[in-house]
C-alpha cells in the first residue's frame, strides 16, 4: 500500500467503505451517540479565583535596613500550597463553608480534604503575586471557597510569619543567657589562674627568651674579659718579677759598687802620701775585697732565687716608682678578675632561675592561652547574640504591626458564570469529527494489515510477471437492488443519529436538560 499512487489509495478506501458500510455506519452512530451522552453526563465546572498581592516594600524597610530581617519566602507558592492545603486550614475552611460534619469520620475527613485539594490551583503569576483558583459543580460554592481560601491563607501566613519571629526572638534569647553564663564562668577561671600564675601573662614567655639571650651574652662578654684580665695579670706579675730582679740587682750592686768607687778614690788619696802598707790603705784594700766578696755572694743568691723561681725584695725594691706603680695595676687586674668572677657566677645563676622561671611559664602560657581563647570566643559570640538578639526583637515588632512582609487581595474573587472547561458544543464538535474519521482510520489500517490483493498491478509486481487482464466485478440486476436498499437504510440510521444529535443540542441550549 506504501507505493501505490495516493489517488489509488483514494479510491481503494472508498471502494472498503462501501464494502464494509454496515460496519462503518454503525461505528459511526455509536461514536456519535457516546459522545453526546458522554457531553450530557460530563460534569459542569465553574472556577473561581483570586489572587494576593505579597508585598513586601513599603516606607518601614529602607529606615529599618540592616536592623531588621521580615520573614521573606522566594516561591510563594509553596508558601500557600504548604498554608492552604494544611489539616488547620482545610478544616476551617470546610467548616466555614458548611462541609465539614461532627459525625464524620477520620477516614470521610480524609477524602473529602483529598478532593478538595485536587480542586484547588496554586501558582505564581509574578513573583510577587499568587493566584488561587477553585474548581466546584456549584458556582456559589466555588466562589465561597475561594474566598475563604484568600482570607485564611493571609492570616494564617501573618500569624506563622509572627509566631516565627517570635519564635527566633526567644532562641536568640536563650542563647544570650547562656553565653552570658559560659562568659561569666571563663573570666572567673581566667581571674582565677592569673592570681594563681603571676608570671603566666602574655608575652612573658618573649621576654622570658629575650632575658636569657642577654643572660648568655652577659656571660660570654664577662668570661671573654675574664680572660683578658687573667692574660693582662699574668703580664704584670712578669712584669713585677722582673722590675724587683732589675731594681734589686741596680740597688744592692749600685750600693756595692759606689761605696767600693768611694773606698778606691780614698785609697787612691792616700796613695799619695803613704806607702800601700799603710794601716789605712791596708783597711781600705780589705774593705773593697769585702764588698767585692759581698757583690760575688749577692750574684750567687740571686742566681738560686731565679733557678727556684723566687725574687728577693727588699726595701729598695718596694720603693721603686715602676714597682709600685705595676703592683697597683696587678692588684687592680685582681680586683677585675675577682669581680668578673663573681659576676659570671650570678650571671649563671639567674639563667638556671629563668630557665626554670621559662619552663613554669610555657606551661601556664599554653593554659592561659586556651583560657584566654575560650573567654574571647564566648564574648565575641555574646557580642553578636545581643545584636542579633535586638535585630530579631526589632523583626518580632515589625510582623507584629504587620509592617514587614504583608500580603493583601489584589483580585477578589467573584462569581462564576460560565463553566470552565470541555463544554457540550465541544463534544458535538468531537462527535462530528470522530464519528467520519474513526471508520476511515479503521478501513486504513485493515487496508495496510490486510495482505490480500485489490490492485492488478501488484501482482505483476510481486511475481515480476506481466499483467495480461483485469476481469471487473460484474452487478446482477438482484445484487444491485439489495445495495439500494442498504444505502436507503444506513443512510436514514446516520440521518436520525444526526436529528438526535441536533435535537439534544437544541434541548442542551435551551437549558431543558
Known sequence: MSTL??????????????????????????????????????PKGYVASTTILVDEKNIIQP?????????????????????IFGRKVMTQLLTDTGRLKESFSPEEKDKL?????????????????????????????AFLTTKRYADLFIAEALGTKAAESQAAFDFIDKQVHEYHEKLVQAEEQLKEFRL???????????????????????????????????????????QLSGEAEVATVLSREGQ???????LQSQMETLRLSYHDTYPDIVRLRHQIADLNDAIAVDR????????????????SVTNNPMYQ???????????????????????????SSTLERGKRVHGGE???????????????????????????????????????????????????????????KHFIIAALVLGVLVPVGLVYAKLQIDPRIRVGSMVAERNNLPLLAVIPHLWQQTEIQVVRQEIQWLYLIAAGTLTVMALLATLRIVRMI
Request: glycine share 4%; net charge positive.
Open 5 to 42: 499512487h495516493p489517488e489509488l489509495i483514494r479510491k481503494l478506501l472508498i471502494g472498503e467503505l462501501f464494502n464494509s458500510r454496515k460496519t462503518a455506519v454503525g461505528i459511526f452512530v455509536v461514536v456519535v451517540l457516546a459522545l453526546v451522552v458522554a457531553g450530557l453526563v460530563w
Open 63 to 83: 529606615l529599618m535596613l540592616g536592623a531588621a530581617v521580615t520573614t521573606e519566602v522566594a516561591d510563594r507558592s509553596r508558601l500557600a500550597r504548604e498554608t
Open 113 to 141: 480534604f483529598k478532593k478538595l485539594t485536587k480542586q484547588t490551583a496554586i501558582s505564581n503569576v509574578t513573583r510577587n503575586i499568587i493566584k488561587i483558583e477553585y474548581r466546584d459543580d456549584d458556582p456559589e460554592n
Open 196 to 238: 594563681a600564675n603571676a608570671d603566666a601573662l602574655p608575652g612573658t614567655d618573649t621576654d622570658i627568651g629575650t632575658r636569657l639571650s642577654a643572660q648568655q651574652t652577659r656571660i660570654e662578654q664577662s668570661a671573654q674579659e675574664l680572660k683578658e684580665a687573667e692574660i693582662k695579670k699574668r703580664s704584670l706579675e712578669k
Open 256 to 262: 756595692y759598687r759606689t761605696r767600693i768607687a768611694e
Open 300 to 315: 750567687k743568691q740571686r742566681e738560686a732565687a731565679k733557678a727556684s723561681g723566687r725574687v728577693i725584695i727588699d726595701d
Open 325 to 351: 706603680q705595676l703592683k697597683r695595676d696587678l692588684s687592680q687586674t685582681q680586683i677585675t678578675i675577682d669581680t668578673l668572677n663573681a659576676r659570671i657566677i650570678e650571671a649563671k645563676r639567674q639563667m
Open 366 to 424: 599554653v593554659t592561659l592561652a586556651e583560657l584566654t581563647r575560650d573567654y574571647q570566643v564566648n564574648r565575641d559570640i555574646y557580642q553578636d547574640l545581643l545584636k542579633r538578639r535586638e535585630n530579631a526583637r526589632v523583626s518580632m515588632n515589625l510582623d507584629k504591626e504587620k509592617q514587614g512582609l504583608s500580603f493583601r487581595i489584589q483580585e477578589p474573587a467573584t462569581l462564576p458564570i460560565d463553566p470552565s472547561g470541555l463544554l457540550f
